[in-house]
């Protein structure tokens, strides 16, 4: 028996819509699909962090794992971001619903600040201060929160199956290209885009 790759835990991955959906029913169950794929990356990314912390031990090594770690909360504090200013207000527009998905942006609030902290110390520590326990420490304060989020989003999205189908996924596509648009992280698309084929690797094996 194939044993699960070691970053799917310890936060838990989400079941895609298209395991029990056929994406192709609504536009909705195709943006909350590829959403779940985006949410798994953001899972397995921090799931590795979480495992390697007490790893590293080469000064080089933890440099890299600073890097990801800040690499990786820069892309998540974006897309949370873009969702706020942009995608959510979209979805509302076309469903005619002013504070449809609030709950979604009060989730955000709950991890925000543990995120900031996690970004702040990959920033700030020099390797040979570092700390693997206080890294797994930070990442214990949010993780929960940013769980639930990431996993309960899914489910939100797929309520818009009620709505203008065609609308909702032209806003999706100009966030996609507003989310290509931001100089300030590119770093952190680099990583998405390797996490996203990881995934997709891991998912067709």
């Known amino acids: 028996m194939r044993l699960k790759p070691w970053a799917d835990g310890p936060l838990h991955l989400i079941k895609t819509p298209s395991m029990t959906q056929e994406v192709g029913s609504h ?9 779940a794929f985006a949410h798994n990356a953001m899972l397995r990314g921090i799931n590795s962090i979480y495992h ?16 990801f ?9 974006h897309h949370h971001e873009l969702e706020e200013t942009r995608m959510f207000p979209g979805f509302e527009q076309v469903a005619g619903k002013t504070g449809l998905l609030n709950s979604n942006v009060e ?19 020099d390797p040979s201060a570092y700390s693997g326990s206080k890294l797994q420490s930070i990442i214990d304060e949010f993780s929960a929160a940013l769980q639930t989020h990431l996993h309960e989003e899914i489910d939100s999205l797929l309520s818009l199956r ?11 596509k100009q966030c996609e290209a507003a989310a290509g648009d931001q100089p300030k992280v590119k770093d952190a698309l680099l990583f998405f885009f390797a996490s996203i084929r990881l995934l997709s690797k891991n998912m067709n094996e």
């Open 27 to 35: 536009e909705s169950v195709y943006i909350a699909n590829e959403m």
């Open 52 to 67: 390697q912390a007490l790893n590293v031990r080469h000064p080089r090594d933890i440099a890299d794992l600073l890097f």
């Open 69 to 77: 770690a800040k690499t990786w909360s820069t892309w998540v504090a």
């Open 107 to 125: 989730q955000h609030h709950a991890f925000s600040g543990g995120l900031q902290k996690l970004k702040e110390y990959a920033v700030s520590t």
């Open 162 to 172: 009620l709505y203008d189908g065609k609308a909702l996924l032209e806003v999706y």
